[in-house]
């Protein structure tokens, strides 16, 4: 491979908002054979919104106020549901929100936790709060009903006792499909890891056209990360097997970054995605990564 050549595609990536940090990873991104995309905030737009309440409505509020200490897409939608007034009427005697939160705890792939009031909120996944939590009423048939809508559930507990469950509903971006379309084209083969209810994640692959066999929910932070290192293996076990990138922006995603040949950081993602990453983004959506691959192949072809 020239240098010069694949300066000069760094240089042009660069003026589309797609900063590739060493010139070698065009050479490695020519050879892709799979992409693993996280889900929340890459596939889909990670602008949530609530989209149904069960249980206590202070309980909705105070968790509101906890997640206004977070920047997880889950975090805002929920953050946007705080109405001091009500939050003030219900726990009484607020000054500042900032005076009434303290110890806030906030756990990749999983949720949050804090102290309210001085009421111990947690807010996440419903089997992270079941393992702390009692449940005051069946949450069971809620749940399943958000899930099968594609909406996320979100637990709340308050000093202990699950109190609500809510929905939270992310639109997949409009040109999410075509570009996975594009990719498979080219010989790729699309994956989604993601954090978020299996359930979901069905949906969201159904919805996308990939098949169920290459769309995994539930996956934690470390297997995410497992996950894309078992696969880079095997293909480096086999003599046509291509290299495995990993398309992410969240700190649930930083390890699965590292781990995959080629860590590709979308637009807007935590620091921490953005520091593992051999690519990162300042234009939103799949275009850049679609145009990152497509380009890598047109660069190889000059070099060779
Ligand atoms: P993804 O892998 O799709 O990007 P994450 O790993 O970031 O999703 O999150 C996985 C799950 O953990 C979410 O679906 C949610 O249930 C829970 N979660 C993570 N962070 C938070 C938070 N700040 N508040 C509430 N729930 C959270
Ligand atoms: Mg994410």
Redesign the pocket.
Known sequence: ATPLALSVGVGQAARRGIYVKHDDVLEALAQVSWVVF?????LTRGEMAVTDVVGSAEAVQLAAAL?SQ?N?P??RA?AAELDAQKLRERVGGLQNLRDILSDTV???????EGVVGGRKIC????D?IAETAVSSFSVDEAVAQMTGRGH???AISVDGKLEAVVGIGDPIRDESAKFLRELERRGVQPVI?????PE??AHVASELGIDARFAHGG?S?EG?AAFVSDLRERQQQDASGGRIAMV???V??AAALQAADIGIAVDGGAEASLVAADVFMTRPGLEPVYELIEGSHRVMKVVH
Do not use: C, Y
Request: aromatic share 2%; glycine share 18%.
């Open positions: 996280d889900k929340t905030g890459t997640e977070s997880h889950i975090a929920l906030e756990h990749a792939g999983k949720g949050i807010v996440g996944k419903p992270w996320t559930p979100v890891l993601s954090g978020d209810h979901v994640v996956v932070p995410k992410g922006d969240g649930n995603d």
